[in-house]
């Protein structure tokens, strides 16, 4: 007894995926301010690591971090979003949740700010 996917299978479930995808993004965009001033950082420091560096691990260095950084505020969203959606009552764990999902942001603007100065501090010593 086979199971069948609910987006099917093959190409066709790779376009609807793609489309979840889109729409995800959609939502993060209209409705969650803190992804579209993250996504306002990465439409700023992206042009800029081109502009500071030209050798290709250094643009990996500084962008990389920057397009995880969208990824981890999705995926806080969806935390967010879930706990929300089981109950909007206080308690502990779903506070645990929210929290564990928003420690997740901070963690990775600290490697942002850690990356971008490694990259960016050589510049200014001279050897």
């Known amino acids: 007894m086979t199971m069948e996917k609910p987006n099917g ?7 609807k995926a793609a489309q979840c995808s889109l729409d995800g993004i959609g939502y993060a965009f209209r ?6 001033q993250e996504l306002l950082l990465c439409l700023i420091m992206i042009p800029l690591a081109f502009w500071i560096t030209h050798k290709p691990l250094e643009l990996v260095v500084l962008i990389v971090p920057l ?4 990824v981890v505020e999705c995926i806080n969203s ?8 089981i109950s909007t009552e206080i308690h ?4 645990q949740a929210k929290d ?3 420690a997740a942001v901070f963690f990775t ?12 501090i050589p510049l200014f010593i001279s050897e």
């Not at 397009?67 to 969208?70: E, K």
């Open 78 to 85: 969806a935390i967010e979003a879930a706990i929300d959606r």
């Open 109 to 120: 603007m600290l490697i942002i700010l850690v990356c971008w100065l490694a990259v960016i």
């Open 31 to 36: 409705h969650e301010a803190a992804f579209r």
């Open 92 to 95: 502990p764990l779903s506070k």
């Open 67 to 70: 397009l995880m950084l969208l």
């Open 100 to 102: 564990l999902g928003s």
């Open 9 to 15: 299978t093959g190409l066709g479930r790779v376009f």
